[in-house]
């Protein structure tokens, strides 16, 4: 999964997601006798699409306090869990319209901080005696400079919050005061002259089944008004804990951890809860999947779930990065039994000075090369990671990288080095040279120049880099790569290139947005992306742009005898981008809901030919008339809209031959 962006709130920027959040109290001078003492926690994902993302870390904590018999009693708990792209007074229309809380609590990362600062000064107009408290591992061990920047902010919770919660609450409930909270391990406070103080710091909880399932105990909402289960996808931690400390990562705090597990009972039944509301993507939150004995269990019990519900068909994950026999068998078993995933190769980089830095030298993933081979011989999706930026990096290693791995896998996700707090690379700044800037919407560190990376260096992968991730990360093309490479002689990056300088040339109208979005995306933020990648997906005028680009920039450039192929080939990638809209004929297929395009006939049999040109055979560029029926699993837009390119592929068109069945009987709806 994604290591340098916020793909998920699930990963390095979520960390584990029970010790994302915590929670707050309010001073005892406010308490009215008899009445509930009301806590708020927030949340806001960062994509802006028609779901919501999963509010895993406010359900644990909700959950630790309905398994309290005290706070069961004297607290209400309620979750406010917001979209990206809500504006602050939005938020604090919903958070503030009504009754105000005594405690707010957020979930604190480095895209909605900003926003969470605003919405603390709005409530202590609203509720001075209140308190605000910051969790999560943007603010976590970061105390002195959270409360230079938000002085409204009361408490900051360090490392898990879990138990952490309960007993500030109960404080809260005993009236003692915010500013003497040495009591509780794990936070850092103000004291009577506002001096910041850390307390001890608590130590990781190793049984991890006394947390109550948010699922389990109902603490969070699984379906909405109508009954439908309302999150892009299901998160589930099976554990939590990495034995790595790579110098990029604060993974949920928990680098250089043993890892501990979840128990195979809870997670089987929080399986069954996902599979009964036809959940059909769950993602795991741990940083290796695939390392323990217990995930080859959960996948034998995702497995008889499947068997026995029909869902769910997908299984995300951040796979480990060293990989055993245990990752292959569980490779294998998912394959049989037609469990979708997407097997990432988390690389980061393939500079051998890079990497001595990242302090990633000892990792088996670097021998990724017969791994490649393995997953490509059994048909399964691969696709790998790199970050731009790394102190070692330079632009010729990244580019010749970023070209000898698209010759191996389905795509690649590019992502800009950030400086996380607590992170080795943050922490050692002066050693490596790195200069950064803060983002404009957000607030995290922007790597500008390091001893191996000058500004015009930056600038000019930055380029590079924003088209990458639209067109081959997100997958807006993805068969074209091969056969441009096999018969014009372009690699992908030169296919790329040759894009952005169409784009920033043409006269084109249909190019306008794409230039305008390209020209904010310097620094990695998510919602340039994704305008150009929702654009391409789901405008007539972005497909338009792209035929366009194809005609004028790509076909004079191969030769005569190869453009008729070419040209099918660049046809049937446009077919099978997904389908936005569900203007289509819908039939039913195993529980899911899918338009179809039928009768689509092309000049050559592409399918065919690509799958030799995978196999390294040669292939017959004769014309040969070939139906196609296209089948388009439906809700594509929440998954174009995430910029999410590991749930975006669950979506594009699956071709048939032009009259044979999908999956099983089928029936127009």
Known sequence: MRVQRGHLPIHVFGGNYGQALLH???????????????????????????????????????AMVLDDPRLEREVSVEICNFRGGKTHGEMAQQLFGGETPDVLAFSVLGWNVRAFGALAETFKQLNPDGWVVFGGTHVSSQAERTFALYPQVDVVVNGEGELTFPELVTARLDRVARTDLGGILGISWRDAAGRPVTNEERPRIENLD??????????????????RFRYDVA?????????????????????????????????????????KHD???????????????????????????????????????????????????IVRRMKETGLRSSFTLALQTLSDDALTAMKRR???????????????????????????????????????????????????????????????????????GIVTVRGDDDDFEY????????????????????WARVM?????????????????????????????????????????????????????GAPAYAIAIGYLFSDPAGRRAL??????????????????????????????????????????????????????????????????????????LSPQSTALDFYYRTGALNAVRSTNHEEIVHFMGEPRPAGTLFGGPLGLS
Not at 217 to 226: K, Q, S
Request: net charge negative.
């Open 547 to 620: 035929e366009r680009w194809w005609s004028e920039a790509v076909v004079p450039q191969v030769a005569p005898e190869h453009r008729a192929f070419l040209d099918s080939v660049f046809r049937y990638d446009l077919l099978t981008q997904p389908v936005c809209d569900e203007v289509l004929p819908q039939v039913q297929v195993d529980g899911c809901t899918y338009s179809v395009l039928a009768g689509v006939v092309l000049d050559h049999n592409v399918p065919a030919s690509l799958a030799l040109m995978r196999a390294g055979e040669e292939i017959d």
């Open 472 to 524: 081959a990360e997100n997958a807006v093309l993805r068969h074209c790569w091969l056969p441009l490479r096999r018969l014009a002689g372009w690699t992908q990056s030169q296919v790329l290139i040759s894009l952005a300088d169409w784009v920033d040339s043409t006269e084109s109208p249909d190019a306008v947005p794409l230039r305008e979005a390209a020209a904010k995306a310097h620094g990695g």
């Open 362 to 432: 000892n990792m088996k993933v670097n021998d990724w090369r017969d791994l490649v081979t393995w997953l490509n011989k059994e048909g399964l999706d691969c696709y790998a990671e790199l970050i731009w930026g790394a102190p070692g990096e330079t632009v010729e290693s990244f580019m010749s990288g970023y070209d000898e791995l698209a010759e191996h896998v389905s795509r690649i996700a590019v992502y800009p080095i950030m400086l996380l707090p607590n992170t080795d690379y943050a922490e050692n700044k002066e050693l490596h």
């Open 210 to 227: 006394i947390i109550p399932s948010p699922f389990l105990t109902g603490a969070i909402d699984l379906v909405d008004e109508e009954g």
């Open 447 to 466: 790597v500008l120049a390091h001893r191996t990376m000058s500004f015009e260096d930056n600038n000019h992968v930055q380029r590079f880099m924003y």
């Open 24 to 62: 707050c109290l309010a001073d005892g001078s406010a308490e009215v006798s008899g009445a509930q003492l009301r806590v708020c926690l927030v949340q806001q994902g960062v994509w802006d699409m028609p779901l919501e993302s999963m509010p895993l870390a406010s359900g644990y904590l909700k």
């Open 279 to 329: 959940v059909h993507t769950v993602v795991a939150c741990d940083a290796n999947f695939g390392m323990l004995p217990i995930d080859r269990e959960l996948v034998e019990d995702l497995v008889e779930i499947k068997e026995q519900f029909g869902f769910p068909r997908a299984f995300e994950a951040s796979w480990a990065k060293n990989k055993s026999k245990m990752f292959y068998d």
């Open 235 to 275: 998160l589930i931690e099976t554990n939590r804990g990495c034995p790595y400390k790579c110098a990029f990562c604060y993974w949920g705090g928990a680098v250089g951890q043993r890892v501990r597990a979840f128990s195979r009972e809870r997670l089987k039944a929080e399986l069954e809860i996902f599979a």
